[in-house]
């Protein structure tokens, strides 16, 4: 079985700084894992994935991820935040077998303040 | 380039009542899902349909049944709607790449009263 743990359901950081959500997962195969983000009354939007090719990860709007094994970790990160970031963020992880039942951490609701 | 579309967005339903929700990908698609949202809870997959013609439970299938009507469409029923199916529902659709990305609709609010 799969499970995928968010540290923090709530992240609150100045305008420039540093963002870091934190994603733990459980995976008894090689894992596929996933950030979406969800802006308000929207759908999940994929920011990035990781496919068992570079360890580290870009994705859109300068935000990027690092697939630890030994961590078990695929935390992601901005250097510098940005208004626009404000939103909920799910990390995600599937076996990348047949139909792709992913499944998701709890979010992290993230804040920016100006 | 419509995407994922999901219909109603809003439905207020009585305990007991039967509602359907749909939805339609344009992307010619394989694999669709019906995920619901919780407060605190992620999303949870509730069926899934791999490629016309099948449908699989997912983690939380109880009270809801689900059609494949052709490639395009996938439909989420609820036979007798309980408060505890006040949720928001995103239906989602994958290619055959099996790179995993999930594409999403805007989402379904519904509430039972």
């Known amino acids: 079985a799969q499970s995928v743990t968010q540290l923090g359901s709530h992240v609150s950081v100045s305008e420039g700084a540093l963002v870091l959500l934190r994603c733990n997962y459980s995976s008894s195969v090689p894992p596929y894992l996933f950030w979406y983000v969800q802006y308000p009354n929207q759908g999940l939007q994929l920011l990035l994935k990781y496919t068992s090719a570079a360890t580290l990860v870009k994705g859109i709007n300068g935000f990027e991820a690092e697939f630890k094994k030994s961590e078990t970790s695929f935390h992601l990160t901005k250097p510098s935040a940005h208004m626009s970031d404000a939103a909920e963020y799910f990390c995600?992880?599937?076996?990348?077998?047949?139909?792709?039942?992913?499944?998701f951490g709890q979010g992290t609701r993230l804040t920016i303040n100006p | 380039n419509a995407g994922v579309t999901q219909t109603p967005k809003f439905q207020v339903l009585k305990t007991g009542q039967s509602m359907t929700l749909q939805c339609a990908q344009d992307m010619n698609h394989n694999s669709m899902y019906w995920y619901r949202q919780d407060p605190g809870m992620g999303l949870r997959l509730i069926y899934y349909s791999a490629s016309e013609g099948t449908t699989d439970k997912g983690e939380v299938p109880n009270g809801y049944n689900v059609s494949r009507l052709n490639k395009r469409e996938f439909s989420l029923r609820l036979e007798s709607a309980a408060p505890s199916q006040t949720s928001v529902y995103f239906c989602?659709?994958?290619?055959?790449?099996?790179?995993?990305?999930?594409?999403f609709g805007e989402g379904s609010r519904l509430t039972v009263l």
């Open positions: 989602a659709s994958s290619g055959q790449s099996n790179t995993g990305e999930l594409f």
């Open positions: 995600a992880v599937s076996s990348g077998q047949g139909a792709q039942k992913l499944v």
